[in-house]
């Protein structure tokens, strides 16, 4: 079965650091662009980062620049978005998705269950 | 940014009826553009991409269209289960961007 399963939400203060993970299965985890998509509460879907198969080509929405970084384990088959200097507008639920279905990264066919980030003092 | 904006942002219907919602992109995106269904506390689901193509699995009521700026969703004949919101996202260049959503609600 294709699944995704984030994992290491929770509440954090601001300025903290938190480090999402992604485990994927079912497909050929190395061969695919993976991506974190968020949603704040009550709002619509935004991107914010996106990772080639190998590990060497990332994008970032504007706001997380310089603070989130994605990356992979392709061994674990395992994402990561390491969030450092976390702001209230940061506070979503955070999706991994597999991206790139008739290109690299045109778009997300599958989706994780989501994982709660709450930035507050 | 490539800006996408969806119409309507809201929608009322019935069972059974059709319905038609836009999605605009700021400059021309090709046919680089995705449709997505939504459920409250579910993740999103892909119902078209590339404009057109609908992804596997998905029932043929569902039909997309367009291509460079202007794009369509049409439901062709709306079941229980597609009340939900729906989403636009251009997968042209980066930053990917979504539209704000259309909620379609029963009527």
């Known amino acids: 079965e294709v699944q995704l399963l984030e994992s290491g939400g929770g509440l954090v203060q601001p300025g903290g650091s938190l480090r999402l993970s992604c485990a994927a299965s079912?497909?050929?985890?190395?061969?695919?662009?993976m991506s974190w998509v968020r949603q704040a509460p009550g709002e619509g879907l935004e991107w914010v980062a996106a990772l080639d198969g190998n590990g060497g080509d990332s994008h970032y929405v504007d706001s997380v620049k310089g603070r989130f970084t994605i990356s992979r384990d392709n061994s674990k088959n395992t994402l990561y978005l390491q969030m450092n200097n976390l702001r209230s507008e940061d506070t979503a639920i955070y999706y991994c998705a597999k991206l790139g279905i008739a290109g690299t990264y045109d778009a997300f066919d599958i989706w994780g269950q989501g994982t709660m980030i709450t930035v507050s003092s | 940014d490539i800006q996408m904006t969806q119409s309507p942002s809201s929608v009322s219907a019935s069972v059974g009826d059709r319905v038609t919602i836009t999605c605009r992109a700021s400059?021309?995106?090709?046919?680089?553009l995705a449709w997505y269904q939504q459920k409250p506390g579910k993740a999103p689901k892909v119902l078209i991409y590339?404009?057109?193509i609908l992804q596997s699995g998905v029932p043929s009521r569902f039909s997309g269209s367009g291509s460079g700026t202007d794009f369509t969703l049409t439901i062709s004949s709306l079941q229980p289960e597609d009340f939900a919101t729906y989403y636009c996202q251009q997968g042209y260049r980066f930053p990917l961007t979504f539209g704000q959503g259309t909620r379609l609600d029963i009527k």
């Open positions: 400059q021309g995106i090709s046919s680089w």
């Open positions: 590339t404009a057109s």
């Open positions: 079912g497909f050929r985890f190395s061969g695919y662009a």
